[in-house]
């Protein structure tokens, strides 16, 4: 019984390890992804050019998991499978990310709190969005869009 259980366990190693799965950049213009990253493009950053564009491929399958957008402004932009946006960093860029990004009631906190801040990244993940003002603070808004976390800049 112990020999079997070793052939068998064996055997699962050898089936998994030749099977393996790994994520691989793969260059993809803009064109050829989802409509939404295409629409979203041309509404937030209409004239700006990309500089280059890929999609994180999971192999063996040729399905997407991500979509990456590098603006020539330095502006660096995420999107799910779908072509919903999920990360807008612009940390190296000169331009702002547009506050209509984000809901109404995290716009009102943010121009009512920190005027003259401007946004350099937003990161959206389960019901959170996650803000980096220019000032160097860092907010969470909670599903409700209220803030529930201000982290202080360093000093």
């Given at each position: 019984?112990?020999?079997?259980?070793?052939?068998?366990?064996?055997?699962?190693?050898?089936?998994?390890?030749?099977?393996s799965v790994k994520a691989e950049r793969v260059e993809m213009s803009v064109d050829k992804m989802p409509a939404q990253v295409q629409t979203f493009l041309n509404d937030y950053y209409p004239g700006v050019a990309v500089q280059n564009s890929w999609a994180k491929m999971m192999r063996p399958t040729t399905e997407?998991?991500?979509?990456?957008?590098?603006?020539?402004?330095?502006?660096?932009?995420?999107?799910?499978?779908?072509?919903?946006?999920?990360?807008?960093?612009?940390?190296?860029?000169?331009?702002?990310?547009?506050?209509?990004?984000?809901?109404?009631?995290?716009?009102?906190?943010?121009?009512?709190?920190y005027p003259g801040a401007t946004v350099k990244s937003i990161k959206f993940q389960k019901d959170q969005?996650?803000?980096?003002?220019?000032?160097?603070?860092?907010?969470?808004?909670?599903?409700?869009?209220g803030l529930v976390v201000k982290k202080d800049k360093k000093k």
């Open positions: 019984m112990k020999k079997l259980f070793t052939v068998l366990a064996i055997a699962v190693a050898v089936v998994l390890g030749t099977t997407p998991m991500w979509y990456r957008v590098n603006l020539s402004d330095g502006t660096k932009l995420w999107f799910d499978l779908t072509g919903n946006w999920y990360q807008v960093n612009a940390k190296k860029s000169n331009t702002p990310i547009t506050i209509d990004l984000l809901p109404n009631d995290a716009r009102k906190t943010i121009t009512d709190k969005y996650k803000v980096k003002l220019s000032d160097g603070q860092k907010l969470t808004f909670d599903k409700t869009y």
